[in-house]
């Protein structure tokens, strides 16, 4: 199928978006099962493109398109942040950023269904305002995303305090909350592995992808990604505004799938 790419008649940049090809995207903060979701939604046929199949705390990859990851760091580098430094308020995204944005996902918009994953799509503003997204979420414990945030920095050399990890879940989340607020769709609760395969199979059927072949990109019993507490360490206090949302973003995924 060829790709379809048109100018939209009310927008008055003239920017060339995506049309009438939409495209599964799985929003959720780093290091929070949003690479698993992502394999296994490939895993039903799924068109996702040549991604990162391999890494140092994802054996399988992180799922996402080096191209893709390159255009989203350079944006925020524009703005004088980065995926570990938030911007503090949605950048807007130039027009030459939004030809690359054309460039890269033309692959994906030649085959159907098509998923792009990448946390930092909730930190670059209206980058992919044009482009028809059909999201499903994933959510995870605030302290054991912050934990893994740590053992990947230190296994890099690095630090990266847990105060400073529970900070980032929540500007993510935020911005993950506020567009399901303004347009509901899936939410996946991570910490509840052995309901995540009914629970993405129910999220699918939302956008009318058919399951049914095997999953085996992902084990409930496989060990997560995170840095073990001590014996004798105790588990950090967390900001009441942090556990409210937490709260809240899991009782959205409690509810389930609303078709």
Do not use: C
């Not at 493109?49 to 054996?59: A, E, F, R």
């Amino acid at each position: 199928m060829a790709t379809r790419l048109a100018l939209r008649r009310d927008d008055p940049s003239g920017w060339p978006i995506a049309y009438g090809a939409p495209m599964l995207v799985v929003y959720g903060m780093h290091r929070s099962g949003t690479s698993v979701v992502a394999g296994m939604i490939a895993e039903q046929g799924v068109f996702a493109g040549d991604v990162s199949s391999s890494g140092l705390m994802n054996p399988d990859g992180t799922r996402e398109l080096p191209a893709l990851t390159a255009l989203h760091n350079q944006l925020l580098a524009r703005v004088g942040a980065r995926w570990w430094r938030p911007p503090a308020a949605p950048p807007r995204a130039s027009s030459t950023e939004r030809s690359q944005l054309d460039e890269v996902i033309a692959p994906l918009l030649a085959r159907e269904p098509a998923l792009v994953k990448d946390p930092r799509m909730l930190i670059v503003g209206d980058l992919w305002d044009r482009v028809d997204l059909q999201p499903i979420g994933v959510i995870r414990d605030p302290v054991a995303v912050a934990r893994s945030l740590q053992a990947r920095r230190r296994a890099r050399g690095g630090e990266m305090p847990i105060h400073r990890g529970l900070r980032l879940w929540a500007a993510y989340n935020l911005e993950l909350l506020r567009r399901w607020e303004k347009s509901p769709f899936p939410l996946l609760d991570f910490d509840r592995p052995n309901g995540l395969e009914t629970g993405l199979n129910a999220a699918l059927a939302v956008y009318s992808i058919p399951t049914g072949r095997p999953y085996r990109f992902f084990r409930p019993d496989q060990p997560a990604s995170s840095s073990p507490p001590r014996a004798d360490q105790e588990s950090p206090k967390v900001p009441a505004e942090i556990a409210e949302l937490s709260a809240t973003l899991k009782a959205v995924a409690d509810r389930g799938v609303r078709q």
